[in-house]
Nanobody
Framework: QVQLVESGGGLVQPGGSLRLSCAVS????????MAWFRQAPGKFREFVAA????????YYADAVRGRFSISRGNGENTVQLQMNSLKPEDTAVYYC??????????????????????WGQGIQVTVSS
């Protein structure tokens, strides 16, 4: 059973920084592309950032490019999202997502939520003064 464990959310003032982390637990002897999505109150879930299995290919939503940075953590099946220059409009529940890429290919990196099979339970990020 694959589970995604998220950490690092919280309350921060505008202009501040937070780092989110996510780790795959369970079937860790496989390979995953990973991503972050977010959902603000009253809005649809939206793509934030993603990276492929090696971490060399990275993609960002226009709203966060230049402020957020996605990277692999200490393990292959971990991902971090460094969020700088946070704005009130970044307030949302952030979700980690993972997709097993063994049958897809190591270069694969999806940008749509429907492309990911595994999801974390979500972590709140609030940007407010």
């Amino acid at each position: 059973q694959v589970q995604l464990v998220e950490s690092g959310g919280g309350l921060v003032q505008p202009g501040g920084s937070l780092r989110l982390s996510c780790a795959v637990s369970g079937r860790t002897n496989s390979a995953y592309a990973m991503a972050w999505f977010r959902q603000a109150p009253g809005k649809f879930r939206e793509f934030v950032a993603a990276l492929n299995w090696s971490g060399r290919n990275k993609y960002y939503a226009d709203a966060v490019r230049g402020r957020f940075s996605i990277s692999r953590g200490n393990g292959e099946n971990t991902v971090q999202l460094q969020m700088n220059s946070l704005k009130p409009e970044d307030t949302a529940v952030y979700y980690c997502a993972a997709q097993n890429i063994i049958a897809i290919g190591t270069m694969w990196c999806g940008l749509g939520g429907h492309e990911y099979h595994y999801w974390g339970q979500g972590i709140q990020v609030t940007v407010s003064s």
